[in-house]
């Protein structure tokens, strides 16, 4: 089946740049999202990319893909300490009959350094 | 405020008793599905159902039943509830389950099973 695989955690220093990275297997994918979740609360959706576009800019946040090696990343610019956060990759699974079930990433942690 | 919404937020059962955790969206949307976050495991998809008196299994359903009498609510109840259920569990919708549609989480329902 399809999986999403992602490293489970990142540490860096507030201001500097974080790239959280994501790799998937399911190569017929036309759309990949990224969402965060904060402590104790559920996940929100944080950005999507479409298959054929290579990137995808809002304001601090650079998604990337390569669509050739399956690899999503999300960049986020001058981080802060509110982006400590556990960040999921998730790649919509065809389950049939026209419906996608979304497969999830286990998350990477972000925490920021002062 | 237009969401999800969980209920309850905290749970403790016994091993062997029953309950349901309750799931509502007033957002009009087909799409509901039920996960389960445990460390190191990310995101398990329960059951999902892709309108009204439709549902259908995911990756880890054993234990676990579902109905979906309305588009609004999709409960998934706890038939005996054992230890390896101690989890958090959320409920995601989205406006229809083709692949181009982000999910709405809810807050989750913390469950330990003593």
């Known amino acids: 089946g399809e999986d999403v695989e992602q490293s489970l955690f990142l540490s860096v220093r507030e201001g500097d740049s974080s790239v959280i990275n994501c790799t998937y297997t399911d190569s017929s994918s036309t759309y990949l999202y990224w969402y965060k979740q904060e402590p104790g609360a559920g996940l929100q959706l944080l950005t999507y990319i479409f298959s054929n576009m290579d990137m995808k800019q809002d304001q601090r946040l650079t998604v990337l893909l390569n669509k050739k090696d399956k690899h999503l990343s999300l960049r986020i610019a001058d981080t802060q300490t509110g982006d400590s956060a556990i960040y999921f990759c998730?790649?919509?699974?065809?389950?049939?009959?026209?419906?996608?079930?979304?497969?999830f990433g286990k998350g990477t942690k972000l925490s920021v350094i002062p | 405020n237009a969401g999800v919404t969980q209920t309850p937020k905290f749970q403790v059962l016994k091993t062997g008793q029953s309950m349901t955790l309750q799931c509502a969206q007033d957002?009009?949307?087909?799409?509901m599905s039920w996960y389960r976050q445990d460390p190191g495991m990310g995101l398990r998809l329960i059951h999902y159902?892709?309108?009204?008196?439709?549902?259908d299994q995911g990756e880890v359903p054993n234990g676990y039943n579902v109905s979906r009498s309305t588009t609004e609510d999709f409960p998934l109840r706890l038939l005996s509830a054992a230890p390896s259920q101690t989890s958090v569990y959320f409920c995601?919708?989205?406006?229809?389950?083709?692949?181009?549609?982000?999910?709405?989480f809810g807050s989750g329902t913390r469950l330990t099973v003593v």
């Open positions: 998730a790649d919509p699974a065809y389950s049939g009959a026209g419906s996608y079930q979304l497969t």
């Open positions: 159902s892709v309108g009204a008196g439709i549902t």
């Open positions: 995601a919708s989205s406006y229809s389950s083709g692949a181009n549609y982000g999910y709405t």
């Open positions: 957002m009009n949307h087909e799409y």
